[in-house]
């Protein structure tokens, strides 16, 4: 994988090689050149499956990480791409055509962080969270907790434990 990084690092500005395990490594892209690289890592290299694509909210650098996961089953090795979009104008790139599984990845995306892929086929309609018009549930500025106040009656008889306390309580109940 060093070596798929070092003839591809220039051409695409890639940032340092991340090794997880043997068959397994991360890079970054600028999303200017997050295509290109796509592209030749389906069409060249035998990265033909899109495993997963998936975000990251980086709120305190105003940042979403999105990772592409792609494999290589014959040569069975598996990369992620990851490039970093700014938070306030999160747009990505769609990438349906390359694999088709990536409008699903990415209606996901939108709904649940609020990230937008212009021309991904049905990427405006409700997905996930039917009727939803709240702030995306995914985002790190999403209070979860003020939404079920507000959301749901408390009903009578629920009681809420510190959950230390209340293990410890459990686990020892003579001390």
């Known amino acids: 994988m060093r070596d798929l990084h070092a003839n591809l690092k ?45 975000a990251v909210d980086w709120m305190e650098d105003g940042l979403f990480q999105l990772t592409y996961l792609m494999n290589d089953r014959a040569g069975d090795r598996t990369l992620g791409v990851r490039v970093m979009l700014n938070r306030d104008e999160a747009v990505g790139e769609d990438m349906h055509d390359l694999w088709p599984t990536a409008a699903t990845y990415q209606r996901e995306l939108k709904e649940m962080f609020g990230i937008d892929f212009p021309g991904s086929p049905r990427v405006d309609e ?20 003020a939404y079920s106040q507000q959301t749901y009656a408390e009903r009578p008889g629920r009681v809420t434990h510190d959950p230390r306390a209340h293990m410890k309580s459990k686990l020892y109940p003579e001390g």
């Not at 409700?126 to 907790?145: H, N």
């Open 126 to 145: 409700e997905f996930i969270l039917e009727g939803w018009t709240d702030l995306p549930p995914y985002r790190r500025d999403f209070d979860s907790l």
């Open 10 to 54: 220039t051409r695409h500005a890639l940032g340092p090689f991340e090794p997880r395990r043997a068959n397994l490594g991360f890079v970054t892209v600028p999303a200017e050149r997050l295509r290109g690289l796509l592209t030749e890592l389906r069409d060249v290299h035998g990265f033909t499956h899109l495993v997963l694509l998936t």
